[in-house]
C-alpha cells in the first residue's frame, strides 16, 4: 500500500469509528449544486409537477394556498444547506396541496444535497444513500404540511383557532395553520423517506423530519420513513390526520411527539434508537380538547449496534389525552436513561391495552420514573406488534434493523 492509499485508508477508518461510537458526527463538506439538477428558487403559485428528475430546494420553497405541487414516483428532492433564513425546507401552506405518491418500488426520497443517491439508484431498487451514515442530521430543513383542521392552542388572551409553526418568521402568513375544518385535506404523502433534515430553520428551531400541524382527516399518510433527522422525527400539531405504517431511525430528539390535541391515529409503526424519546406525547393547550388520539401496533428498538435511546421510553404530562395500544418495547433497557416518566397524577387522560416491555416481570417497575406503580395495560412480555411486510422499501429494511 503507497502512502496516500495508506492515508486515504486511515481517513475511512476514523470516519467511520467516529460515526459510530460517539455523538459527534463527521458532517459532509458544503455541496455545489450539480448542474444536472432543477434548482427550485421560488415559491410555488400555481399546479405544479416534479418528475423524473433530482429536485433541490434552494431555501424555503412554499406551496401557497390554492396550488397543488404533484410529486411522481421516483422523483428526488435535496435539499441545500445552511440554517435560519439560508435553510431549505418545503413547506405546504394552507389551502394548498401536495400530492406525493410513490410506491414500493420507487419511493420519493427527500435528502440533503450532500446525498450522493442517483434517479439511476432509485431505478435499480438501491434506496440506501451511498455516501452518507444514517446518523448524518442536520444537513437540511425538513417536509412541513399545514392544513385548516382544528388545534388547541393559547396565547395570554386565552384561546387560539390558529398560530404559527415552530421556525417559520411570524411575518410570513404561510406559517400560520389551524382552523375548522377537521376534514380538511392537504393532498396525499405515501412511501415517503426523509433523511438527514432537523437544521435550525429560524428563531432557535431545528424542524422535524415530517411536521404536520393542522393536518385535517382528508389527508392520506401513509408509508414514511425518517432517518436521522435532528429534531423529531414526526410531529403533530393538533388535527386530525392518520397515519399508516411508519419508522423513524435515529432521530435527533423525539421519534413521535404529538401536540395541540391532535386526535388522529398511528397505526403500524416502527421506532429505533431516538436520541431523545421514543414517544413525547402531550395533550391541549387551550381549553378545546379533541380527544384522544391513539398510537397503535409498534415495535420500538431501544438498542442497536452502537446506539441507544437517549431519553424515555414514555412521556407523558398529565394533560395527554393518549390510548396505547399493542406496542412492544425491545430490550435491553438502561435503567438509569430509559424509562417511563409516568407517574399516577400523570395518566388521568392516558390508557393503556397491552403495552409490553422485553424485560423480567420482577424488573419492570425498575423502568417506571422514581420506581412509580405499573400502570395497567402494561405488561412484560415478549410480543412483536408491528406488521413490516409493507416495509421492505425502507433505508431501515435495507440496512437489517428490522429483523426482530
Known amino acids: 500500500m503507497n502512502i496516500k ?41 400555481e399546479d405544479t409537477e416534479w418528475c423524473n428528475e433530482i429536485y433541490v430546494l434552494n431555501g424555503k420553497i412554499v406551496v401557497e394556498e390554492g396550488a397543488t405541487l404533484t410529486i411522481c414516483p421516483g422523483t428526488i428532492i435535496k435539499g441545500s444547506g445552511g440554517t435560519g433564513v439560508n435553510a431549505s425546507s418545503l413547506l405546504i401552506a394552507r389551502g ?15 435528502t440533503s444535497i450532500a446525498d450522493e443517491i442517483s434517479l439511476e439508484d432509485v431505478d435499480n431498487g438501491n434506496f440506501a444513500s451511498p455516501n452518507l451514515s444514517p446518523d448524518f442530521n442536520g444537513l437540511w430543513g425538513g417536509l412541513i404540511v399545514l392544513g385548516n383542521a382544528p388545534i388547541s392552542a393559547s396565547n395570554a388572551e386565552g384561546d387560539v383557532s390558529e398560530v404559527q409553526i415552530e421556525g417559520i418568521p411570524t411575518s410570513d402568513i404561510n406559517g400560520l395553520y389551524g382552523g375548522n375544518d377537521i376534514e380538511d385535506n392537504s393532498g396525499v404523502l405515501s412511501y415517503i423517506s426523509i433523511r438527514h433534515g432537523g ?127 399493542n406496542i412492544h418495547f425491545i430490550g435491553p433497557f438502561s435503567v438509569n436513561n430509559s424509562y417511563l416518566t409516568i407517574t399516577d397524577d400523570e395518566i388521568n387522560n392516558t390508557t393503556f391495552n397491552n403495552v409490553t416491555f422485553d424485560i423480567s416481570e420482577e424488573n419492570l417497575p425498575l423502568l417506571m420514573e422514581q420506581g412509580g406503580e405499573v400502570p395497567s395495560g402494561i405488561f412484560s412480555n415478549n410480543q412483536i406488534q408491528t406488521n413490516i411486510s409493507g416495509f421492505e422499501w425502507t433505508w431501515t429494511y435495507i440496512k437489517g434493523n428490522l429483523d426482530f
Open 5 to 45: 492509499n495508506l492515508f486515504v485508508f486511515i481517513f475511512v477508518a476514523l470516519t467511520f469509528f467516529q460515526s459510530c461510537s460517539t455523538d459527534e458526527e463527521i458532517i459532509p463538506s458544503p455541496q455545489p449544486f450539480p448542474t444536472n439538477n432543477i434548482i427550485v428558487t421560488n415559491n410555488i403559485t
Open 96 to 110: 394548498a396541496k401536495i400530492m406525493a405518491e410513490g410506491n414500493a418500488n420507487a419511493p420519493i426520497i427527500f
Open 199 to 325: 437544521t435550525n430553520i429560524g428563531e432557535g428551531n431545528e424542524i422535524n423530519g415530517l411536521t404536520l400541524g393542522g393536518v385535517g382527516s382528508g389527508t392520506v399518510i401513509n408509508n414514511i420513513e425518517v432517518v436521522g433527522n435532528q429534531d423529531d422525527g414526526i410531529e403533530w400539531f393538533g388535527g386530525s390526520v392518520d397515519v399508516t405504517n411508519v419508522v423513524v431511525w435515529n432521530a435527533g430528539d423525539d421519534a413521535i411527539d404529538t401536540d395541540q390535541s391532535w386526535s388522529g391515529t398511528l397505526n403500524n409503526f416502527v421506532v429505533i434508537t431516538p436520541s431523545g424519546s421514543c414517544f413525547e406525547l402531550d395533550g391541549p393547550e387551550g381549553s378545546f380538547d379533541a380527544g384522544k388520539h391513539t398510537i397503535t401496533n409498534g415495535t420500538v428498538i431501544s438498542i442497536t449496534d452502537y446506539r441507544v435511546i437517549g431519553g424515555s421510553l414514555i412521556d407523558v404530562d398529565e394533560e395527554t389525552n393518549v390510548h396505547l395500544s
